[in-house]
C-alpha cells in the first residue's frame, strides 16, 4: 500500500508564510511527478506548482515567484514554501504523486489528505 502523508497548513494574516510538507511511504519502486494542487468551494482543483524527480518545476502563474516546491528524493517528500500569501490563496492544499509500486508496472496517481491553509486579510 501508498499513502500520501500532508503536514502544515493553518492560518495566517496575509503576507505571511506557511510550509507544507508531504511524505509518501509504503512499497514505492519509483516516483516521477509530485506536485501540490488546491481546491476551493465550488471550483475545480487546479494545480499549484510540480516538480520531476529531476527538479524541474512548473508554477501556476498567480503562485510564481511566491511559492516554491522542492523535494527529497532519499525521502520521498515534497515541500511548499509559501510567501507572501494572499487571501486568494485560501484554499485546502492536495499533494499528488505519480507512483510506481513494486509488483506494478505502471506509475498510478496518489493523493494526499489535504491540508486547509485560510490567509486572513
Known amino acids: 500500500q501508498v499513502q500520501l502523508v500532508e503536514s502544515g497548513g493553518g492560518l495566517v494574516q496575509a503576507g505571511g508564510s506557511l510550509r507544507l510538507s508531504c511524505a509518501a511511504s509504503g512499497s514505492i519502486l519509483s516516483i516521477t511527478v509530485m506536485g501540490w494542487y488546491r481546491q476551493t468551494p465550488g471550483k475545480q482543483r487546479e494545480l499549484v506548482a510540480s516538480i520531476t524527480s529531476g527538479g524541474t518545476t512548473n508554477y501556476a502563474d498567480s503562485v510564481k515567484g511566491r511559492f516554491t516546491i522542492s523535494r527529497d528524493n532519499a525521502n520521498n517528500t515534497v515541500y511548499l514554501q509559501m510567501n507572501g500569501l494572499k487571501p486568494e490563496d485560501t484554499a485546502v492544499y492536495y499533494c499528488?504523486?505519480?507512483?510506481?509500486?513494486?509488483?506494478?508496472?505502471?506509475?498510478?496517481?496518489?493523493w494526499g489528505q489535504g491540508s486547509q491553509v485560510t490567509v486572513s486579510s
Open positions: 499528488n504523486a505519480k507512483i510506481t509500486g513494486w509488483g506494478t508496472f505502471r506509475p498510478s496517481a496518489y
